[in-house]
């Protein structure tokens, strides 16, 4: 069985930096892409990040780029999610994804992680 546990999240100021993490269990991901989403109060839940797990080709969100930046550990089965110059707008419950690359739909999900910047 297939789980995403998300750690990591919590307060911070805005300019902060958070790293959460996202451990993946239950099958061999070679094939997968592995993504982040977050969701704010009130909100769709938004794409944030996608690595793909065999050649390491990421993908980023206009409203992330050049602050956030998303890896993986092969040792650890674990992708991260690197969040530096946080802003109030960052503020969302924060979800790692997985798909298969052939798919266009995300079948595996965590329970989320909250992420709250203070301004």
């Known amino acids: 069985q297939v789980q995403l546990v998300e750690s990591g999240g919590g307060l911070v100021q805005a300019g902060g930096s958070l790293r959460l993490s996202c451990a993946a269990s239950g099958r061999t991901f070679s094939t997968y892409v592995m993504a982040w989403f977050r969701q704010a109060p009130g909100k ?17 969100a206009d409203s992330v780029k ?18 530096n110059s946080l802003k109030p707008e960052d503020t969302a419950v924060y979800y790692c994804a997985a798909r298969d690359w052939r798919s266009t739909r995300y079948s595996y999900w965590g329970q989320g992680t909250q992420v709250t910047v203070s301004s």
Request: proline share 0%.
């Open 44 to 60: 769709e839940r938004d794409f944030v990040a996608s690595i793909r797990w065999s050649n390491d080709y990421t993908i980023y």
């Open 66 to 83: 050049g602050r956030f930046t998303i890896s993986r550990d092969n040792a650890k089965n674990t992708v991260y999610l690197q969040m």
